[in-house]
Nanobody, 124 residues
């Protein structure tokens, strides 16, 4: 069992930056692939970024490529999402998720565990 807790969300002006963190409990965190998703009001949850257990492979949605960076620190059981050059359309609740098969996956059904989410609001 893995429990995930996101933090770092908030209100930021367009062009600004935020770093989200996702702290995981559970002794097998380092064997899980991790993903970030987001959900804006009235929209479906969408993929943002993913990273394999070793950090050696990452994948990004086209909408955030070049602006967001996913990373992880297995010693701290934490995965991060550095978000730069934020845009109003990045406004959403951001969720982290864990996949015990260590897959780089873009669909929600792949992931086994989810956090509660953290709100990111980007003002224009």
């Amino acid at each position: 069992q893995v429990q995930l807790v996101e933090s770092g969300g908030g209100l930021v002006q367009a062009g600004g930056s935020l770093r989200l963190s996702c702290a995981a409990s559970g002794r097998t965190f380092s064997s899980y692939a991790m993903g970030w998703f987001r959900q804006a009001p009235g929209k479906e949850r969408e993929f943002v970024a993913a990273i394999t257990w070793s950090g050696g492979n990452t994948y990004y949605a086209d909408s955030v490529k070049g602006r967001f960076t996913i990373s992880r620190d297995n010693a701290k059981n934490t995965v991060y999402l550095q978000m730069n050059s934020l845009k109003p359309e990045d406004t959403a609740v951001y969720y982290c998720a864990a996949d015990d098969q260590n897959r780089i996956a873009t669909i929600t059904e792949t992931y086994d565990y989810w956090g509660q989410g953290t709100q990111v609001t980007v003002s224009s």
